[in-house]
């Protein structure tokens, strides 16, 4: 078990109603919680929380209005998701009871000062490298709006202006990647079809794609709510149409690709984590037809192309700078 789930379940006398658990991992929390309700954005994460507890959790990127006894969030990397998420906790749960439960290497303590915002805080438990925090909300924020949190940016290339929307949590938050300007400028030459963004975030290179291509069909995939909505916000803002996909890896993406397009994860909370794309670039031939094309940008030290050889064809280099490189396959 997480060991999140460990503290808070060292303290269960205190979780005893239908408190809402947001930002879960899936683990056998829900399990010892028989009235608790989970709240995920992790698409991964929420398929397997309602496989094993019987649609006990939601996947959104808002606090549905239930009467919860308390709230509970578990601490996400972001310090700007963790001010909206403890704002959206602060509003509305009706005890006005929240707690924080997080790692200190990730920066607990500096949450619970966050969160001392709202009220009185104090802290429960402190075990497994983890805390936990209480706060008795007496100040109650006003919910907050979350397009209105967005952080705008204009992304100039190729002759073409996008407005991209970045909500608290996702990729890049209100500035443009190195790594991802770099694949911006090695997207000419691609042959028509249909496209996949694969781990899309706030949708710049899929909404790229298609102010360079609007001929072509594109799908715009990721596993975190919060970055489906951005992609959708800046689609709109844009006045672009694609197709945006939930799902946890590449299994979710549709198959007879002409080319996946993708700046893919490698870091995943304070963990690092190689899983999602290295099975992406293991199955790639899978979702692409023949002759369909691979592009990718990763830093330079991650060794993906023995991997892109292996299962696809040859790699080639189509550009290098600021420690990343563009790697190019085409499925044989
Ligand atoms: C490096 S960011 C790139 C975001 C965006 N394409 C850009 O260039 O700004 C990687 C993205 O992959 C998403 N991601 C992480 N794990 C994933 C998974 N298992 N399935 C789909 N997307 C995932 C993350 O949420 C994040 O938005």
Same mark, same amino acid.
């Given at each position: 078990?997480?060991?999140?789930?460990?503290?808070?379940?060292?303290?269960?006398?205190?979780?005893?109603?239908?408190?809402?658990?947001?930002?879960?991992?899936?683990?056998?929390?829900?399990?010892?919680?028989?009235?608790?309700?989970?709240?995920?954005?992790?698409?991964?994460?929420?398929?397997?929380?309602?496989?094993?507890?019987?649609?006990?959790?939601?996947?959104?990127?808002?606090?549905?209005?239930?009467?919860?006894?308390?709230?509970?969030?578990?601490?996400?990397?972001?310090?700007?998701?963790?001010?909206?998420?403890?704002?959206?906790?602060?509003?509305?749960?009706?005890?006005?009871?929240?707690?924080?439960?997080?790692?200190?290497?990730?920066?607990?303590?500096?949450?619970?000062?966050?969160?001392?915002?709202?009220?009185?805080?104090?802290?429960?438990?402190?075990?497994?490298?983890?805390?936990?925090?209480?706060?008795?909300?007496?100040?109650?924020?006003?919910?907050?709006?979350?397009?209105?949190?967005?952080?705008?940016?204009?992304?100039?290339?190729?002759?073409?202006?996008?407005?991209?929307?970045?909500?608290?949590?996702?990729?890049?938050?209100?500035?443009?990647?190195?790594?991802?300007?770099?694949?911006?400028?090695?997207?000419?030459?691609?042959?028509?079809?249909?496209? &996949?963004?694969? =781990?899309?975030?706030?949708?710049? !290179?899929?909404?790229?794609? #298609? /102010?360079?291509? *609007?001929?072509? +069909?594109?799908?715009?995939?990721?596993?975190?709510?919060?970055?489906?909505?951005?992609?959708?916000?800046?689609?709109?803002?844009?006045?672009?149409?694609?197709?945006?996909?939930?799902?946890?890896?590449?299994?979710?993406?549709?198959?007879?690709?002409?080319?996946?397009?993708?700046?893919?994860?490698?870091?995943?909370?304070?963990?690092?984590?190689?899983?999602?794309?290295?099975?992406?670039?293991?199955?790639?031939?899978?979702? &692409?037809?023949? =002759?369909?094309?691979?592009?990718? !940008?990763?830093?330079?030290? #991650? /060794?993906?192309? *023995?991997?892109? +050889?292996?299962?696809?064809?040859?790699?080639?280099?189509?550009?290098?700078?600021?420690?990343?490189?563009?790697?190019?396959?085409?499925?044989?």
């Amino acid at each position: 078990m997480d060991p999140r789930s460990q503290v808070l379940l060292r303290n269960i006398e205190l979780f005893k109603g239908n408190v809402v658990l947001a930002g879960l991992p899936a683990d056998a929390l829900l399990g010892e919680l028989p009235e608790a309700q989970g709240w995920s954005w992790h698409a991964g994460e929420h398929t397997l929380l309602n496989q094993r507890f019987d649609q006990r959790c939601t996947f959104s990127t808002t606090l549905s209005s239930v009467d919860y006894s308390a709230g509970i969030l578990f601490l996400p990397k972001s310090r700007e998701l963790t001010e909206y998420l403890l704002q959206e906790l602060a509003a509305k749960v009706a005890s006005g009871v929240i707690f924080l439960v997080g790692e200190k290497r990730a920066g607990v303590e500096r949450a619970a000062k966050q969160m001392a915002a709202f009220g009185r805080i104090s802290k429960v438990d402190s075990a497994r490298h983890c805390q936990l925090w209480r706060c008795q909300v007496t100040d109650k924020p006003v919910i907050p709006e979350l397009n209105a949190l967005s952080k705008p940016f204009t992304v100039e290339a190729a002759g073409h202006q996008l407005q991209i929307h970045t909500v608290p949590g996702v990729f890049s938050h209100g500035r443009l990647d190195l790594g991802t300007r770099l694949l911006l400028e090695c997207l000419d030459d691609l042959p028509h079809g249909h496209y &996949l963004d694969f =781990g899309c975030g706030a949708g710049v !290179v899929g909404s790229f794609l #298609l /102010k360079c291509y *609007p001929q072509f +069909e594109l799908s715009m995939l990721d596993v975190d709510a919060f970055a489906i909505h951005s992609t959708e916000l800046t689609l709109a803002a844009n006045g672009l149409k694609a197709t945006s996909v939930v799902g946890d890896g590449i299994h979710a993406a549709p198959k007879q690709l002409a080319g996946i397009i993708s700046n893919p994860p490698f870091h995943q909370g304070v963990h690092t984590q190689y899983e999602t794309t290295e099975t992406m670039l293991r199955e790639a031939a899978l979702h &692409l037809q023949p =002759g369909g094309e691979l592009r990718i !940008v990763a830093n330079s030290f #991650l /060794k993906y192309p *023995p991997l892109i +050889e292996q299962h696809l064809g040859s790699c080639t280099v189509l550009a290098e700078r600021d420690g990343f490189k563009v790697y190019r396959a085409v499925r044989t």
